[in-house]
T-cell receptor, first 108, second 114 residues
Framework: GQNIDQPTEMTATEGAIVQINCTYQ??????LFWYQQHAGEAPTFLSY????GLEEKGRFSSFLSRSKGYSYLLLKELQMKDSASYLC?????????FGKGTRLSVIA | DVKVTQSSRYLVKRTGEKVFLECVQD?????MFWYRQDPGLGLRLIYF???????EKGDIPEGYSVSREKKERFSLILESASTNQTSMYLC?????????????FGEGSRLTVL
């Protein structure tokens, strides 16, 4: 099975950089997903990492270390609209298993 | 753009009622999923389907059933609603199986059982 751990809440300042961590245990690794979910809305796909290293996509980057069972999502130049929950997810024997999510609040 | 449409955004039902939550996707995806989302518990998988007429139990199937008569439609059924089924229900679909497939979610159906 899978076990996923993320911080529950984080607060950061507009214009700053924030790193949201995800640690996991899994019996078989098939990649790691990050989703963003604004309050009252559906989750939307942000990134998928299957190889170690950093993948950059505009202001958002995602990092993976398979040997450490660790990933992070890096958000640069934070904007108020980045206030949302960020969900780490792993595929496994059954469809995606999600972490409980990290609620990020961006303050002025 | 992929569109996953859930029939009702908000529902209020009484304990013991039978509840149908409908989900339709327009991208010819093979795979469809039902999750529920609760504060502090995150998204939990109820049922999924990789093909028409096929269904598989997820992590929390008790009290639920599903129907997939057509490829584009996946229905979640609460045979006898209970208060502990008050939750946000999210339907999703994907082109590929879960190991590599991005999920596309509907807007969600917020169910309150009184």
């Amino acid at each position: 099975g899978q076990n996923i751990d993320q911080p529950t809440e984080m607060t950061a300042t507009e214009g700053a950089i924030v790193q949201i961590n995800c640690t996991y245990q899994t019996s078989g690794f098939n990649g790691l997903f990050w989703y963003q979910q604004h309050a009252g809305e559906a989750p939307t796909f942000l990134s998928y990492n299957v190889l170690d290293g950093l993948e950059e996509k505009g202001r958002f980057s995602s990092f993976l270390s398979r040997s450490k069972g660790y990933s992070y999502l890096l958000l640069k130049e934070l904007q108020m609209k980045d206030s949302a929950s960020y969900l780490c997810a792993l595929p496994g024997d059954t469809p995606l298993v999600f972490g409980k999510g990290t609620r990020l609040s961006v303050i002025a | 753009d992929v569109k996953v449409t859930q029939s009702s955004r908000y529902l209020v039902k009484r304990t013991g009622e039978k509840v149908f939550l409908e989900c339709v996707q327009d991208m010819d995806h093979e795979n469809m999923f039902w999750y529920r989302q609760d504060p502090g518990l995150g998204l939990r998988l109820i049922y999924f389907s990789y093909d028409v007429k096929m269904k598989e139990k997820g992590d929390i199937p008790e009290g639920y059933s599903v129907s997939r008569e057509k490829k584009e439609r996946f229905s979640l059924i609460l045979e006898s609603a209970s208060t502990n089924q008050t939750s946000m229900y999210l339907c999703a679909s994907s082109l590929y199986p879960s190991s590599t497939g991005e999920l596309f979610f509907g807007e969600g159906s917020r169910l309150t059982v009184l």
